[in-house]
């Protein structure tokens, strides 16, 4: 039998910490554009509009240019594009690929548990943890500028979620790997967090009761409407509204695929209802354009289940991480939430559609809570950049090596510093590339729904 080799914690610890000498840690401060080639954002854009829906791509660039922080949100390819220039720790992890701060939320466990989590998978491929970390940090000093905080209150959030992100993997390193697949954020853990805040502790109540009464039941209520003996979903145009993208035979062929994708007690449960009616549904700002789908399946009249089957596109990391193409879109989607996440939807799955496209599978609004950035002051703000850099070291952690990342990043705050100058610099070029996009909109190389009394008002 051949010698079995396991490192140590502290091998591991030693490993990452001997990687400074190749990318030290002050080196991820710096913002590289592109790979050295003239860099046109508005060609990026364009190119990740390809085989949308043309008539919802005017949409997608409506929502982005309303500001720079909504423009940031829809623009993952374009960061993806920068951050493959940048240092790198050479440390992979199962990366988020688009992890801003609004991709970030609570939402229930098959035990009907709140948690809070990482709840976008779209661009989800192995890459450098600290392009999750610096596309996070980036968000933040965007958001906080779009909501007028002081120039060195931005930067300071910014530090805090890559300090958060540091101090919990140093405490990481010394669990085991099981723990780390049983570690979660709960409501309790978010009421602990909250502290002495008075207000951030009522807002925290707040959204989970809310979460509590967004069920299936309120879907139900919300997007159907009985028709011939039995509920429909209701057309809401341009955002919701049946195109006649379901065919029956269609229909079955995708679900019979989905199904095997399904745990053997799950396809049980899911063999207990029929599909009654289907719709295209607009969602975000970066997955405008791209085929979702709400699907409304029937266990009783009154006994509903929504399922939403969204299209999953090449993960924009792809053709900088050397990874291979992957067979199925889809299930990469599900195998790194599956990765990442403390806990998955029980209906998560995948399937192709008969045209070719890849799809994933998940319940529609499955008790979810989002961050309400538009009211957070700098202290809740803060708060909550604390609470995605816990948040993201645990997924890292599920799906990585705690001690090796915690041997490069160390005890000091030489890389919270660096995450802090590469956010505000990177926050800069934000800002510029979101004039360019009002420029490209203004002249009519990018469509947009917004009519030009309500693009005014925006770019004030």
Not at 113 to 139: M, Q
Not at 262 to 279: Q, S, T, Y
Request: proline share 4%; net charge positive.
């Amino acid at each position: 039998m051949a010698k079995i080799k396991i490192l140590s914690k502290e091998q591991r610890h030693e490993a990452g910490k001997s990687l400074r000498e190749k990318c030290p840690r002050t080196s991820h401060g710096e913002v590289v554009l592109g790979q050295g080639e003239k860099r046109d954002i508005v060609k990026l854009i364009e190119a990740s509009n390809k085989d949308r829906l043309p008539n919802l791509v005017p949409i997608r660039h409506g929502r982005m240019v309303q500001s720079a922080f909504a423009y940031f949100r829809g623009t993952a390819a374009v960061q993806a594009y920068d951050l493959a220039g940048t240092p790198s720790s050479g440390i992979i992890v199962q990366a988020c690929g688009d992890c801003h701060l609004m991709n970030f939320g609570g939402f229930a466990t098959p035990e009907r548990n709140i948690v809070f989590d990482i709840n976008d998978f779209n661009e989800t491929l192995p890459a450098p943890f600290e392009w999750d970390l610096k596309r996070l940090a980036a968000s933040f000093v965007i958001a906080a500028r779009w909501r007028g905080f002081k120039e060195d209150q931005a930067r300071e959030i910014a530090v805090q979620t890559a300090a958060a992100y540091r101090e919990s993997m140093r405490k990481r390193e010394s669990t085991g790997v099981l723990e780390a697949w049983y570690s979660r954020i709960t409501a309790a853990d978010l009421q602990d967090l909250a502290g002495g805040s008075a207000d951030l502790g009522k807002r925290v109540k707040k959204k989970v009761a809310e979460a509590q009464k967004s069920t299936h039941e309120h879907v139900f209520h919300k997007l159907t409407t009985p028709s011939r003996g039995l509920p429909r979903i209701v057309d809401q145009p341009p955002l919701l509204y049946h195109a006649g993208l379901f065919k029956e035979r269609d229909v079955a062929a995708f679900f019979r695929q989905y199904r095997e994708t399904l745990a053997e007690e799950r396809r049980m449960l899911f063999d207990r209802f029929k599909f009654v009616d289907g719709a295209l549904k607009v969602v975000g700002v970066g997955s405008v354009g791209t085929r979702c789908l709400v699907a409304l399946f029937l266990a009783a009249p009154d006994d509903a289940l929504f399922l939403q089957v969204k299209e999953a596109c090449p993960s924009v990391l792809e053709p900088y991480t050397g990874t291979k193409k992957v067979a199925h879109d889809g299930q990469r989607v599900v195998v790194g939430q599956r990765l990442m996440q403390s806990a998955s939807d029980i209906f998560l799955g995948w399937s192709r559609g008969p045209a070719g496209r890849d799809f994933y599978v998940r319940q529609l609004r499955d008790m979810k809570i989002a961050p309400d950035v538009e009211s957070q002051p700098p202290k809740i703000m803060r708060a909550y950049a604390t609470l995605c850099g816990l948040a993201l070291a645990r997924a890292h952690d599920k799906a990585g090596d705690a001690a090796m990342i915690a041997g490069y990043l160390g005890s000091s705050d030489q890389f919270d510093e660096a995450i802090g100058d590469y956010a505000v610099a990177y926050a800069d070029q934000v800002q510029r590339d979101y004039k360019t996009l009002v420029q490209a909109v203004r002249s009519g190389r990018l469509k947009t729904d917004v009519s030009p009394s309500r693009l005014a008002t925006a770019l004030r």
